[in-house]
């Protein structure tokens, strides 16, 4: 047991978890006010139903030892996960209960990362039995893959703190999602605008403070490694931002706010799988190249039918693809001391990122669309049209996000 | 002249914009309002305490046209605002005495 470790995994994991409300406020503002809520407790809810799910059976599924494949139910109800160390799932030198709550939060994140391409018309209920169940059959099983000492991992593929696991697999659901609950009855036609810019910025710089225990806290350890990826995140989203901020003003005239939290989530996802094995000014170059394909990923999914309403496929798909391979390219083994990417003489290590990647697109795309498929025979994915009209938060929560007019209310008697 | 103030379903704006635009009347104001008819409101509920909120979400659009289009304008907006539900809202017509646009103090007619 390490006491340094332990209290910089304590804050880390603090960290992560910040990121879930930072989140909401990213979402919430992006929509419209009559869904604010809703669009909002689609973030806060995961914390509830995945943080129990991954309790009571995840964290089993995805690092107790098992096979290749898939862990097993030797840790379910967190049997043995107590306060020693890690010992067989992990060496580590933190108790091993709180290395499950550090994975814990990544689990709680990915599945509301999801919500962003169906916000404005899916049914609660719906979402609600989708993301506890997502993180079980398709989160789990990925986690297992590339930390818990499965395939991908005996493959060489290097994910530091989730490029894979958690934004390519997000992004994959979300477009699946996306596709399989079907756009707003008002997309395309009407003006669909963020009602609340402000809240996206604040969910932006929130999301970057948590990243840094998303990251540095990847390294499982106060070590200089954890160090190096903090520096790294600091950077690359730093180049994004610079980097869109020009692509904005090459297109529009004008740098925009939006624009601006956008990049900045971007090149947090883009960094994410390199962190702790690329060099800081690789960082730099990382950040800056991965505004690019994001960007037009948005200006082209925009003309489409997709409704990724919140973009989830150009921020966290295409970024965390973009990041992934990229990780085979900069990875420089005097610094992380495990590989080499192509720029330091492994090219060969693109090839096995990308494998890595595809797998998780495919995986995470085919089981999402069964589980939907599944999950609309016993409940509607949609919540009907006049309730969309209305607005998610009156008809889902019962609840107004904006409500000025105190003496337009009267108390209920009795209740 | 006549003013004709709609109050309709938040979510109906552009469609009666569009069949206002189709009619060549470019000119609005639109606001945000609470209100109530016949609609009942909703339950809402904060901390355990139930609230009727009587008042419910709407917006008012205001247009100002010559008598001669003004049945036509008041025929697209209950058509394009309509869903057939209680909670539609309402359109009024209020005669305009005079209309003057005020970056060149011209009266109009």
């Known amino acids: 047991m390490n006491q340094a470790d332990t209290a910089w995994m304590l804050i880390a994991t603090a960290l992560v978890l910040l990121m879930t409300p930072a989140l909401a406020f990213f979402y919430g503002g992006l929509v419209r006010s009559k869904n604010a809520l809703n669009t909002m407790m689609m973030s806060y809810i995961s914390l509830g139903f995945v943080g129990i799910a991954w309790a009571l059976l995840g964290y089993s599924l995805a690092l107790a030892p098992g096979s290749n494949w898939l862990g097993d139910t030797s840790m379910a109800l967190l049997n043995g996960v107590g306060l020693a160390e890690t010992g067989a799932v992990v060496p580590l030198t933190i108790p091993h209960a709180l290395y499950m709550a550090f994975q814990a939060t990544f689990c709680i994140i990915t599945a509301a990362l999801i919500s962003g391409a169906i916000v404005e018309r899916m049914r609660f209920s719906a979402y609600l039995v989708f993301i506890t169940l997502w993180s079980l059959v398709v989160y789990a099983p990925m986690a297992h893959w590339v930390w818990g000492g499965g395939w991908l991992a005996d493959m060489g593929a290097w994910d530091f703190a989730g490029g894979t696991v958690v934004h390519v697999n997000a992004g994959a659901a979300a477009f699946v999602a996306a596709l399989v609950v079907g756009k707003r009855t008002d997309y395309g036609g009407t003006s669909i605008l963020p009602h609340n810019v402000p809240t996206v910025l604040l969910g932006a710089g929130l999301l970057w403070f948590g990243w840094f225990g998303f990251n540095a806290g990847s390294a499982l350890a106060a070590s200089p490694i954890a160090g190096l990826a903090f520096v790294t995140t600091m950077l690359a989203p730093a180049a994004t931002l610079v980097v869109w901020t020009f692509l904005d003003i090459l297109r529009s005239g004008k740098p925009t706010a939006v624009g601006a939290a956008t990049a900045i989530v971007v090149g947090l996802v883009a960094i994410t799988p390199a962190a702790g094995f690329i060099s800081p000014m690789s960082a730099i170059a990382l950040g800056a190249i991965a505004a690019v394909p994001s960007y037009l990923t948005l200006i082209i999914r925009a003309k489409t039918s997709l409704d990724d309403s919140l973009d989830v496929v150009a921020a966290h798909g295409v970024g965390g693809t973009v990041g992934a391979l990229l990780t085979g390219v900069f990875a420089d083994m005097s610094l992380n001391g495990l590989f080499n990417g192509a720029l330091y003489g492994n090219p060969n290590q693109v090839l096995i990122q990308g494998a890595a990647v595809l797998t998780a697109i495919v995986y995470s795309g085919g089981m999402s669309f069964i589980l939907l498929k599944v999950i609309g025979l016993v409940i509607p994915l949609r919540a009907s049209v006049s309730d969309e009209g209305t607005g998610l938060d009156i008809t889902q929560h019962g609840e107004e996000a904006y409500l000025h007019t105190g003496g337009a209310s009267s108390q209920v008697h009795g209740a | ?109």
């Open chain 2, 1 to 109: 002249m006549k003013l004709i103030k709609s109050i309709v379903r938040p979510n109906k704006v552009d469609d009666v914009k569009d069949a206002l635009a189709r009619l060549n009347i470019s000119g609005m104001t639109v606001t945000e309002v609470r209100g109530h008819g016949k609609q009942k409101g909703h339950t809402a509920i904060y901390r355990g305490k139930e609230y009727n909120v009587s008042l419910l979400p709407k917006m008012e659009i205001e247009i100002v046209v010559p008598d001669s289009i003004a049945d036509e304008a008041i025929k697209a907006i209950v058509q394009a605002a309509r869903t057939g539900e209680i909670g539609d809202g309402r359109v009024f017509v209020l005669p305009v005495l005079e209309s003057y646009r005020i970056r060149t103090g011209e009266k109009e007619s």
